[in-house]
């Protein structure tokens, strides 16, 4: 799936079946909430916290697509292209960039 096909999805399953897209407030702050989910799970796998009952089931690959829709949302809801706003920030970044990274002594 492009991230074209993604927005037209997620714009689809919203109108047929979510009813209508929430605030952009709403949104954002799902986001949010979201994000949170996905640190939470990465504190515990990668970091140094302990997992406790409450967090099994609790899958990062899903926690990530939740974070991903959430994004499309408030994409689709302000007008912006995420195709074209990935392929213009790639951009910037490979100019801005170019040696940057390249001639960072922590990096390497």
């Given at each position: 799936?492009?991230?074209d096909e993604a927005q037209q999805t997620v714009d689809q399953w919203i109108r047929t079946t979510g009813v209508r897209y929430?605030?952009?407030?709403?949104?954002t702050a799902i986001l949010?909430?979201?994000v949170g989910e996905?640190?939470?799970?990465?504190?515990?796998?990668?970091g140094e916290q302990s997992f406790k009952k409450s967090d099994e089931g609790?899958?990062?690959a899903d926690e990530m697509a939740d974070v991903?829709?959430?994004l499309i949302c408030l994409a689709n809801?302000?007008?912006i292209n995420l195709t074209e706003a990935l392929e213009k920030n790639l951009e910037k970044?490979?100019?801005?960039?170019?040696?940057?990274?390249k001639n960072n002594e922590k990096l390497k």
């Open positions: 799936m492009t991230i929430f605030n952009e407030l709403t949104n949010m909430e979201e996905v640190a939470r799970i990465m504190a515990r796998k990668y609790h899958d990062l991903l829709f959430v809801q302000t007008g970044k490979n100019i801005r960039d170019a040696d940057r990274h």
